[in-house]
């Protein structure tokens, strides 16, 4: 059985389509990325997995459970931790521990045993009954994730789990992750706008577009699909002409164009920048700068959209993004995921 199985699943805010048809799986244990840029819809789909969006359309199974049928099996499976901080300063670690165990319906001597656990598990140990408002960066996050995993979860959702961080830490909270994914097994989904997170962390991506997933795999084969080199050309004047020639040579296996850019992929890339500058020579073309590099998952991203992250990030309106609830009140606060009884 899948850890998330998902079909057709789409969410409509009014005229705005913030998730559209979506079909894929998550595998038990697998550590899964969702890749794009903010307003793709990344959050949108999680808050409606979660049970914080009731879907449009469509339906999905957190291990097995429905997302609309079975509300609390599938909260009661998984663990979530948000973009914004959710935990409260003024509190020691142990206690913001305790008091989300509460909110489960952990008793007393569940929360006893279940706290020096998961504290380890987070590298805290030693910083338990210290107030949160000492704690550093990295410390906050890697406690926001000991939150999730209070009540022992099959599956833990984390959005844009190091936005925020400083180098340093991001390297940290990877290495954290990474961790848990290997020693516990435990199946882990998430969210992001970084293409290095993405590329270190996952097994497998949904690189995700204006409400659709565009390709789903690992990132090494996202990135092979592209073959050889890319060449990143900045250009001036008018460049129609060089684009004609690019379109004859049996070399060029394919290009995109962006507002400055021109990015070709070719083989041995290195032998035929020589080549791509006599050609803009040859029709009065002017290359300002050069960049040949292997593929990533950002030439793959522009291959795919025809644009570059940051250019979808910066074209993307209030109306369009899907990062927030342009709705009808319905609240995606992490408030609304919790037990419904806070047992002493």
């Excluded at 793959?300 to 927030?324: C, P, Q």
Aim: proline share 3%; hydrophobic share 35%.
């Amino acid at each position: 059985m899948d850890a998330i199985a998902i079909d057709g699943l789409t969410k409509e805010f009014g005229a705005v389509t913030a998730v559209d048809n979506l079909s894929f799986s998550v595998e038990q244990g697998e550590l899964f990325g969702l890749l794009g840029p903010n307003g793709a819809g990344k959050s949108t789909l999680i808050n409606m997995l979660v049970t914080l969006l009731q879907p449009s359309e469509g339906a999905a199974r957190i291990n097995g459970h429905d997302i609309t049928e079975e509300q609390g099996k599938v909260r009661d499976s998984l663990g979530i931790v948000f973009q914004e901080p959710a935990v409260d300063e003024e509190l020691t670690g142990a206690e913001n521990l305790a008091f989300h165990a509460r909110l489960y319906g952990k008793r007393k001597t569940e929360r006893d045993e279940r706290i020096p656990e998961v504290l380890e598990l987070v590298d805290l140990v030693d910083e338990a009954d210290m107030p949160v408002k000492n704690y550093s960066g990295g410390m906050q996050r890697r406690l926001e994730i000991g939150r999730g995993l209070m009540h022992e979860p099959e599956v833990l959702f984390l959005d844009e789990p190091t936005s925020g961080l400083d180098a340093r830490t991001r390297r940290d909270t990877w290495e954290y992750i990474q961790r848990l994914n290997e020693e516990v097994g435990m199946t882990i989904v998430i969210t992001t706008h970084f293409m290095d997170e993405a590329d270190f962390l996952c097994e497998r991506v949904a690189i995700m577009d204006q409400g659709t997933v565009v390709a789903v795999d690992s990132p090494e084969n996202l990135t092979a699909s592209l073959g050889g080199d890319i060449v990143t050309l900045s250009l001036g004047g008018t460049p129609k002409e060089l684009f004609d020639r690019l379109d004859d040579q049996p070399w060029v296996r394919e290009y995109t164009v962006t507002d400055t850019d021109v990015a070709i992929t070719l083989e041995n890339g290195d032998t035929r920048v020589a080549d791509l500058v006599r050609l803009a020579d040859e029709v009065g073309v002017v290359i300002t700068s050069v960049d040949l590099h292997t593929p990533s998952l950002e030439d793959v991203f522009l291959s795919l959209t025809g644009s570059t992250m940051a250019e979808r990030e910066a074209t993307t309106t209030d109306e369009e993004s899907s990062e927030r609830d342009p709705s009808n009140g319905e609240r995606t606060s992490d408030d609304h995921f919790e037990a419904a009884e806070v047992t002493e």
